[in-house]
């Protein structure tokens, strides 16, 4: 994700160097791999026709697509579209024809624009507990009720992956008793898929006599291995380091062995 435009509202924001590369110091934030993830991919891809969500650089994944966003969301019996905009759960704005501010379907009312100057308003009966006229204009004069939490559109966009949770929360509920950074270390399995993937390169050239002689050849390619990773840096270590020494258990750990990784 990037920053603003509005903090630079003169000279305008742009995420390329005058030489055409992208300037990474410009994006600010980054989004895990996650549920939310997927869906922003999603609705993406189903919205604008086009699969260019996020592009890779410097070995992470980067999007210009979202700005800003929150997932403190709910469904109301009407919700908003736009500044003014209301619109009845399960209709699409896209599809309302609005007359005179409102739109009715079947007697009921579907949409509605406040603010604006209404010609021939309809009946109290009409607008129902939500909405009212008052000065040749429709107005909000009560929230519209929540039908849905957060919690149940997870659960009724992704049953599948709620109940595996549910079954198994003893499990991962561990995982939040470290930072968001520990925790993307925990769930990532690049390192776990890389060793799977070279193990697959050296054992797929031929049959072996026996077990031992397998164990042999996975044995030199962990060495191999090994030497080729010695070194190298666990991603964002400080802040990995900084969350897991807050147990002191596991701080005495990294204190005895730090210098190995």
Request: with cysteine; charged share 30%; net charge positive.
């Amino acid at each position: 994700m990037y920053k603003r435009q509005e903090l630079y509202p003169d000279t305008g924001y742009s995420l390329v160097d005058k030489d055409g590369k992208v300037n990474y110091r410009r994006y600010a934030n980054t989004l895990d791999y996650s549920l939310d993830q997927i869906k922003l991919r999603e609705v993406y891809e189903k919205v604008y026709r086009r699969t260019n969500f996020s592009f890779y650089g410097r070995k992470k994944e980067y999007t210009s697509r979202v700005i800003n966003v929150t997932f403190k969301y709910s469904v109301a019996e009407f919700n908003k579209a736009g500044r003014n905009r209301y619109i009845r759960f399960g209709y699409k704005d896209s599809d309302l024809n609005f007359n005179d501010c409102v739109a009715i379907k079947d007697g009921e009312l579907v949409g509605i624009i406040l603010g604006q100057p209404v010609e021939y308003p309809v009946s109290d009966e009409v607008l129902g507990k939500y909405f009212g006229f008052e000065g040749g204009v429709y107005t909000l004069i009560k929230t519209p009720n929540t039908l849905k939490s957060t919690a149940e559109l997870r659960r009724s966009q992704y049953p599948g992956a709620v109940d595996v949770w549910k079954r198994n929360f003893n499990h991962v509920e561990q995982l939040f008793d470290y930072g968001s950074a520990v925790r993307k270390v925990m769930y990532t399995t690049n390192a776990v898929e890389s060793i799977n993937s070279s193990f697959r390169k050296v054992t797929k050239k031929g049959a072996f006599p026996n077990e031992n002689a397998l164990l042999k050849l996975l044995y030199l390619r962990i060495t191999e291995l090994y030497k080729k990773w010695n070194g190298s840096k666990v991603q964002n270590w400080a802040m990995v380091r900084n969350q897991l020494a807050t147990n002191d258990k596991i701080k005495a750990r990294i204190e005895k062995y730090e210098h190995l990784i």
